[in-house]
């Protein structure tokens, strides 16, 4: 058995004690409660902290069933961005290793032991890759992968990331950064000479807004990521995010013909 800044390591896998779990919210009552109850499925969690933006629907007291249910829940506030809200939830981690989760996906059965699997020295995070809730084209699910894949190695993200604390614990993310902060940890990692491992298996299921599945606001998103992009980077977030673009009018008028048809059937 070897003692190594990972963990104790025993026939080359790391051991991993329970691990805080920091997950942003802000009116996120949609689908916090099936995010938590996977949380606490699929983690060994030390304790559940909740960076929160002042929300004025039903979020806290699901936080406060949690809290009522497990005894282990950290509620913080922040009013600033996400990665002022970041910042506060790294600070507060106690664990060597933790792991961000968003609270609008579901994670899939057994992420934990999973992501830990692929965890060695040189591993600063493991990202479980997301899944769009919805999509059941085997062709269009495999593009999808792949899609999401290259903006991750692009621009990183948060949705489900294993992260080992002591990388990040100099981290000192902008406060007014309230887009790519994901981005912003990646780099960090990265430069800190650790690699971010990306994984198919682990994931997560990300149930999206109603807001965003239309045109215009995906054309938004496009546009808001591609000014915080670098130039060298532009030409494949364009084609990445164009492909996003492209589904969602794909999911769109498929929506509509089956409603058409339904309506059809009715009369």
Known sequence: MELTDTGIKDGGKVSFGNVDVVVLTKNSERVLEECLNSVYKNIPVNRLIIVD?????????IVEKFREKYGDVVLLMDDG??????????????????VFVDSDVVLCDK?????KSVVADDVGGVWGIEIWEGI????????????????????????????RREVLEDIR?????????????????????????????????????????TIERSVQILIENLRFC??????????????????????????????????SNRK
């Open 136 to 163: 059941q084209n085997p062709v269009v699910l495999k593009l999808f992968l792949k899609t999401t894949w290259k903006i991750f190695n692009l621009r990183g993200g948060t949705h489900d990331l294993l992260v």
């Open 81 to 98: 961005s996400r990665g002022s809200a970041r910042m506060k939830g790294i600070k507060e981690v106690k664990t060597e290793w933790f």
């Open 173 to 213: 993310i902008p406060r007014n950064l309230h887009v790519f902060e994901d981005a912003f940890i990646k780099d960090w990692i990265e430069k800190k000479g650790f690699r971010l491992v990306v994984t198919y298996d682990p994931y997560c299921i990300h149930f999206r807004p109603p807001e965003v599945w």
């Open 230 to 263: 670098s130039l060298q980077k532009l030409p494949k977030f364009f084609a990445a995010y164009a492909f996003y673009t492209l589904y969602v009018l794909y999911r769109s008028l498929s929506q509509k013909l089956i409603n058409k048809s339904y309506m």
């Open 111 to 115: 992420w934990f032991e999973k992501a």
């Open 53 to 61: 933006g002042f929300s004025t629907d039903s979020t806290l007291k």
